[in-house]
Nanobody, 115 residues
Framework: QVQLVESGGGLVQAGGSLRLSCAASKSILSINAMGWYRQLPGKQRELVAAITSGASRNYADSVKGRFTISRDNAKNTVYLQMNSLKPEDTAVYYC?????????WGQGTQVTVSS
């Protein structure tokens, strides 16, 4: 079992920055991959960024060059630094952890970017 607790969402103006945090209840060294998805009302969740246990990173084309995913193994935490935010980045952001056996999800955190 892995519990994920997200924080860092909020309201920001276009062009601003936010950093999301996802704290896991166990060592993330044992987790195959972690990352962030986002979901707009009535839409499917889409992958935003992911990072593997070997620190390989993957980003959605829409956020490349603006978002950076990182991990702090000592704190069992994954971060998503979001810069140059756009109104179209507005969504609920969900942290996930892929343990190979199954995927775990956080409760979601709202990010709202005003124009």
């Amino acid at each position: 079992q892995v519990q994920l607790v997200e924080s860092g969402g909020g309201l920001v103006q276009a062009g601003g920055s936010l950093r999301l945090s996802c704290a896991a209840s166990k060592s993330i060294l044992s987790i195959n991959a972690m990352g962030w998805y986002r979901q707009l009302p009535g839409k499917q969740r889409e992958l935003v960024a992911a990072i593997t246990s070997g620190a390989s990173r993957n980003y959605a084309d829409s956020v490349k060059g603006r978002f950076t995913i990182s991990r702090d193994n000592a704190k069992n935490t994954v971060y998503l630094q979001m810069n140059s935010l756009k109104p179209e980045d507005t969504a609920v952001y969900y942290c996930y952890a892929d343990t190979r056996a199954r995927a775990y999800w956080g409760q979601g955190t709202q990010v709202t970017v005003s124009s």
